[in-house]
């Protein structure tokens, strides 16, 4: 069946007047020069006059490896821009597939040029011939429903819903046309008024506007390197501190206080031993008048409250420094 075919496809490329239509079947279907040279010829068939790609003509013995691979990726990109492959496919180009797909592919390429040269009807143009495609394929697209079953998808998805949903009237179309041509009309009239009053000059001077400007970004500039100090050696110190540090100690108010606290002390104790000189020179005297006691037994009893509060307190404090200089002695 494949080899039918490929006579066939041979008797056709004679038809359309190909040089080498009677080269082996083997060669114009798997990778090679004369693969490749069949292909280009098919493609600038369907391509026509207004081609955007330059046909080549290399010679098959002239071409090194390099210029083989480039005329592969070359004929990719023109399969792909005919629609014949999705995506720049070198794979189809050299030739995929069993023999029968490669021959299926090539009858496809060859069949489109042939629509594209001959019609079907001897007495018809080839645009007579595509006119009269286009309207046998709107007829089946508009009776696709009562032709074939809701099974069989054989048009693309906008054509069936179509074939569901009917096209708009032609009057409504040129309504709708009609109206937003006159909204267009409306805001092109906006931007005439704006545009008159405020005329443009493309060959205005802006050298005043860009002094003012220029003038704005150096202050800017300036402001940007003022923060920029003080970031650095105000905000960033303190935003990016390692570890505050701890102070060690009481500090110099509490040192004050403790040498405070020891000349109270020192003054206590002298105080006492004014109360034992007192004490030794009343002795035999009475140490109360009229059942309460002399003023200076009085004082010396305070003196000796205030000194055992003090005395307690300056006990609590050295022990408080005695651990906080254990402490440091252990870090």
Known sequence: MAAKQMEEIQRKLAMLNYPRANAPAQSLLFAGMERYTLLEWLFFRLLGDKSPFSQQNLQPDAMDRDEETARIQYLAEIAKFLGITTTIDTEAIQGRGSYEDRTEMLRL???LVEASIYADNPEWSIDEQVAKDIQLIDAIAEKQ????SEDCKLFPADVQIQSIYPLPDVSELESKLSEQSKILLNL?????DLASKHPYNPDEEYAEVESKLQAHLESFLQTARSFN???MKEIRPWTHMMEVPQLHG???AANRLLEAYKMLLKFLGNLRNVRDSHAALAIGSSETIAGEPSPVTRIISECESALTILNRDLGILSASIAREQGEQVNL
Do not use: E, L, R
Not at 145 to 148: E, H, P, R
Not at 188 to 192: H, L, M, R
């Open 109 to 111: 390429i060859v069949d």
């Open 145 to 148: 429903a009562i032709i074939f």
């Open 188 to 192: 092109q009239q906006k931007v005439d």
């Open 229 to 231: 100090t003080i970031y």
């Open 250 to 252: 009481f500090g110099p």
